[in-house]
């Protein structure tokens, strides 16, 4: 028999669906945030506040299993630094001079990335078809990120912007790599909380130096709705989600919400920012997509 309900076995296939919307509201709000908020100081406000909400649904778990929370302290402090820190400001240091198409389609070769790792490091059975999704992913985001150049490819110049959010996906890949490699003591809710307050730590020096050398930020009605939308919607539900749909459904499973990532990406970047949807972006995010379906394929 499953450890798990019906009830919850269903939420997560829901979930499957609904939480690449979430991510997709964070694309915005990178690229609503510059001239409003530094990308530090949005990344630190929106996991202050996430932690804080969940923790008050988890805080008895914390404190019950407070013993352990030093043995585990290294890891939630590394997967802070790549979930909050890299997977945080640096999306939203992209966010100033890249589109939110852009952000969508390069992040939608995490799933690739997770399988070739899994293939690398853990040592998971990896074909030809699987070779070949890991070529094709990595050919459709060059392919955004150049423009479709491929012509005059010693000419092209590469968006800063596209850069950091490079970076940013790696790092994704690695946070759910470790996500699953790590085994915790503490349920999914709990951890995610304990995950977030190490991002916290980390990002506190950031932060500091930013505002003092880089982007001091002002406090405003707009900087502060950003800061509560970021924490509220793609930080404590869709991270929530994430974890929740990770411990019923699997890894493997669960990468296939950025399936969705590149049409709900395009889709409210069309809708909500007036972003135009060029033939590059098409033909970049069929590769991607033809990709991901090979490489996680079974």
């Known amino acids: 028999m499953s450890e798990f309900s019906a009830g919850e076995r269903r939420l997560a296939v829901a979930l499957l669906f609904i939480a690449p919307a979430l991510w997709s509201v964070n694309y915005l709000v990178a690229r609503w945030a510059p001239g409003v908020i530094a990308p530090h100081m949005l990344a630190l406000g929106r996991w202050a506040i996430a932690a ?31 979930g909050m820190w890299v997977c945080g400001a640096f999306v939203y240091i992209g966010g100033r001079s890249t ?15 997770i399988a070739l790792a899994s293939a690398l490091w853990l040592h998971e059975r990896f074909g030809v078809k699987q070779w070949l999704g890991v070529a094709l992913a990595i050919a459709g985001v060059l392919h955004i990120i150049i423009k479709g150049q491929w012509q005059a490819l010693t000419d092209v110049r590469i ?23 790590w085994p915790s003591a503490f349920g999914a809710l709990a951890r995610l909380t304990l995950i977030a307050c190490g991002g916290v730590i980390v990002l506190v020096p950031f932060t500091v130096v930013e ?14 709705a950003l800061v509560l939308v970021s924490a509220l919607i793609p930080g404590a539900a869709a991270y929530g989600a994430y974890s929740h749909m990770q411990r019923v459904l699997g890894a493997a499973r669960v990468g296939m919400v950025l399936y969705f990532g590149p049409l709900y990406a395009a889709l409210a970047a069309w809708l909500v920012l007036g972003e135009s949807i060029e033939r590059f972006h ?3 995010a069929v590769l991607v997509l033809a990709g991901i379906a090979l490489a996680t394929r079974r």
């Open 159 to 181: 968006n800063g912007g596209d850069a950091w959010i490079a970076v940013a996906m790696v790092c994704w890949a690695a946070y759910s790599l470790l996500l699953r490699a």
């Open 282 to 284: 098409f033909v970049g």
């Open 99 to 113: 589109t939110a198409v852009n952000i969508g389609l390069i992040y939608a070769g995490s799933p690739v990335l």
């Open 211 to 224: 505002a003092v050398w880089w982007w001091p930020s002002t406090l405003s009605w707009k900087s502060v």
């Open 52 to 82: 804080a909400l969940l923790g008050a649904f988890c805080w008895r778990e914390i404190v019950a299993k407070r013993t352990h929370i030093k043995a585990e302290a290294w890891h939630f402090i590394v997967l802070g630094a790549l």
